[in-house]
């Protein structure tokens, strides 16, 4: 059974700062996506990671993909209010037979103070 | 262009009563997915339909929850009879086409979700 593991959970940061979101998962794959949930609302995509190196950037935030390490991180660069939200990381486990629901992590809620 | 859409946003019933939820995907999109996302918890996928069959219903708990996708347009989910760990969010997705041909990779679109709460 594939497993993606998010961290941290949950995340306190000042405006202006870095910080980086991690993301495990625990069988081969070169799908990744990374997604925001803000309270109340439905699933916004951020970045979709197709290979290994693969690295996204938009805004303040950049993804990368390591697919040997069977890792991805989500950078946050010099934080602002807007940020605020849930982020989660999904993979698509090639099930196979047409199969590409993907397995979400729990999310890192992220709160950014001024 | 409309994005995925869901009714109603919100339900409240007491347990062993029955409720359905319906979904609309985006125009053309051939495959539509359901998901549940328990508070405090990434989305888990239920059903995934490919026009209007079922590819992959491996999590869903078919003794009270069942799926149909008439003419593979709409779904509508129900859940007969409701548990109280059946509260939830229900999200629907759909994306243009199946992701599982090499090289081919669409994203998927999510629906605002219906907010279930059962008492």
């Known amino acids: 059974e594939l497993k993606v593991e998010q961290n941290p959970l949950f995340l306190s940061m000042q405006e202006g700062k870095n910080y980086t979101i991690y993301c495990n998962y625990s069988?081969?794959?070169?799908?990744l996506y990374w997604y925001r949930q803000d309270p109340g609302k439905s699933l916004e995509s951020l970045f979709v990671?197709?290979?290994?190196?693969a690295v996204k950037q938009e805004g303040r935030l950049m993804a990368s993909l390591d697919t040997k390490a069977r890792l991805s991180t989500l950078h946050i660069t010099a934080a602002v209010h807007d940020l605020s939200a849930t982020y989660f990381c999904a993979v698509d486990p090639y099930s196979g037979g047409g199969a590409d629901g993907l397995t979400f992590g729990k999310g890192t809620h992220l709160i950014i103070q001024p | 262009e409309a994005g995925v859409a869901q009714s109603p946003r919100y339900k409240i019933i007491e347990k062993r009563q029955s409720v359905a939820f319906w979904c609309n995907p985006i125009s053309g999109h051939a495959t539509l997915y359901w998901y549940q996302q328990i508070l405090g918890q990434g989305p888990k996928l239920l059903i995934q339909f490919q026009n209007n069959g079922v590819v992959d219903d491996s999590q869903l708990p078919k003794d009270r929850f069942s799926a149909e996708r008439l003419k593979g347009v709409d779904s509508t989910l129900k859940i007969q009879p409701a548990k109280l760990e059946d509260s939830a969010v229900y999200l629907c997705?759909?994306?243009?086409?199946?992701?599982?041909?090499?090289?081919?990779?669409?994203?998927?679109?999510f629906g605002q979700g219906t907010r279930l709460t059962v008492v």
């Open positions: 997705a759909s994306s243009p086409t199946g992701r599982y041909k090499v090289g081919r990779v669409t994203e998927a679109f």
């Open positions: 069988t081969t794959s070169d799908r």
């Open positions: 990671l197709l290979s290994n190196g």
